[in-house]
């Protein structure tokens, strides 16, 4: 994977994370229970373990000069899963009726196991990308432990579903992926609009198929999965509303290209302004065609010399005017 790809990675991540951020704080009193809290916790760390092993490859192969590190992405997506951990630490407490420790006077803090590129020499760099981590602990606060009955079966009892889980995941990843290239006002022409809608459709598909699989796995009792089904779902349908719109409004266009014979332009000018005056008319005052059309148009209507002076012209709206 390139640094580009593994940045593209990291942005995904830090968007899920926040998104998971803002879900959690909304959270009321019947989705705050164990069970249900320690599936954010390991769905969690699974995102955290990704996104450090992602930022070890991104020291290790991308320039320093990198927007990763200009704008310094590791510090907030660390800041956003500690505002994260720290929320569901505190509610697993509270869950378990223990109350929070305050640290003790000059008591050390843990320092983090990643630094940020800036702080690293090259040798340091490829040395620690290299090295073995530990991995993250259980997302518990410091000393409490949950003892062996203290939570209900999770989704992380079943191998099956937890397998289910990370395929759907970048399922949604993919889709967002082929959301955010989907540029809908820069199409054209019928063709796109089509892909696109085939692109969109495929990715749906994946993500529905899945759906049900993990519907029969552990029923409707996820809320956060079905919530991010929910988010993912709606961003599907607008974007294919979206399209389906701009598609008939461009086979409106075409619908209502003129049918008139305007005749062909040599560069003579005894009939240029006859040519001006219909063409004009017909076609560039016609609201309904677009630029790219009327430049196609315009160039199956001349000749000779006329012809000789836009044949370099390609065919795009930017080239009209």
């Given at each position: 994977?390139?640094?580009?790809?593994?940045?593209?990675?990291?942005?995904?991540?830090?968007?899920?994370?926040?998104?998971?951020?803002?879900?959690?704080?909304?959270?009321?009193?019947?989705?705050?229970?164990?069970?249900?809290?320690?599936?954010?916790?390991?769905?969690?760390?699974?995102?955290?373990?990704?996104?450090?092993?992602?930022h070890r490859k991104m020291c290790e192969f991308a320039e320093l000069d990198h927007v990763y590190f200009k704008k310094g992405c590791f510090d907030t997506?660390?800041?956003?899963?500690?505002?994260?951990?720290?929320?569901?630490?505190?509610?697993?407490?509270?869950?378990?009726?223990?109350?929070?420790?305050?640290?003790?006077?000059?008591?050390?803090?843990?320092?983090?196991?990643?630094?940020?590129?800036?702080?690293?020499?090259?040798?340091?760099?490829?040395?620690e990308a290299g090295a073995t981590q530990p991995q993250p602990g259980p997302a518990f606060v410091n000393d409490v432990t949950p003892q062996r009955d203290?939570?209900?079966?999770?989704?992380?009892?079943?191998?099956?579903?937890?397998?289910?889980?990370?395929?759907?995941?970048?399922?949604?990843?993919?889709?967002?992926?082929?959301?955010?290239?989907?540029?809908?006002?820069?199409?054209?022409?019928?063709?796109?609009f089509e892909n696109a809608l085939r692109s969109l459709d495929s990715r749906w598909r994946e993500i529905d198929k899945l759906h049900w699989e993990i519907?029969?796995?552990?029923?409707?009792?996820?809320?956060?999965?079905?919530?991010?089904?929910?988010?993912?779902?709606?961003?599907?349908?607008?974007?294919?509303?979206?399209?389906?719109?701009?598609?008939?409004?461009?086979?409106?266009?075409?619908?209502?290209?003129?049918?008139?014979?305007?005749?062909?332009?040599?560069?003579?000018?005894?009939?240029?302004?006859?040519?001006?005056?219909?063409?004009?008319?017909?076609?560039?005052?016609?609201?309904?065609?677009?630029?790219?059309?009327?430049?196609?148009?315009?160039?199956?209507?001349?000749?000779?010399?006329?012809?000789?002076?836009?044949?370099?012209?390609?065919?795009?709206?930017?080239?009209?005017?």
């Amino acid at each position: 994977m390139d640094t580009d790809s593994m940045f593209i990675n990291q942005t995904e991540l830090y968007e899920t994370l926040t998104k998971f951020l803002t879900n959690i704080k909304k959270d009321g009193s019947e989705r705050r229970t164990i069970d249900n809290y320690k599936r954010k916790a390991d769905m969690l760390e699974v995102y955290w373990r990704e996104y450090q092993e992602n930022h070890r490859k991104m020291c290790e192969f991308a320039e320093l000069d990198h927007v990763y590190f200009k704008k310094g992405c590791f510090d907030t997506v660390e800041e956003v899963y500690s505002n994260i951990k720290e929320i569901i630490d505190k509610t697993i407490k509270q869950l378990l009726g223990v109350s929070p420790r305050r640290p003790e006077a000059g008591e050390a803090q843990p320092s983090p196991d990643i630094r940020t590129k800036q702080q690293l020499s090259v040798s340091q760099r490829r040395l620690e990308a290299g090295a073995t981590q530990p991995q993250p602990g259980p997302a518990f606060v410091n000393d409490v432990t949950p003892q062996r009955d203290d939570f209900l079966p999770s989704a992380g009892g079943s191998s099956k579903l937890d397998e289910l889980m990370k395929k759907q995941n970048l399922n949604f990843k993919a889709l967002l992926r082929t959301v955010s290239k989907t540029q809908v006002d820069k199409f054209e022409n019928h063709w796109q609009f089509e892909n696109a809608l085939r692109s969109l459709d495929s990715r749906w598909r994946e993500i529905d198929k899945l759906h049900w699989e993990i519907e029969g796995e552990n029923g409707s009792e996820d809320i956060n999965y079905q919530e991010l089904f929910c988010e993912h779902e709606e961003t599907y349908i607008e974007l294919t509303e979206t399209i389906n719109t701009k598609m008939w409004s461009v086979k409106h266009r075409e619908r209502s290209a003129p049918q008139m014979d305007i005749p062909v332009f040599h560069g003579t000018y005894d009939h240029w302004v006859s040519f001006k005056d219909l063409f004009s008319e017909a076609i560039d005052k016609n609201p309904s065609i677009s630029n790219a059309q009327k430049i196609q148009f315009l160039k199956s209507k001349v000749a000779g010399e006329a012809e000789r002076l836009i044949h370099h012209l390609q065919i795009s709206s930017d080239n009209y005017k």
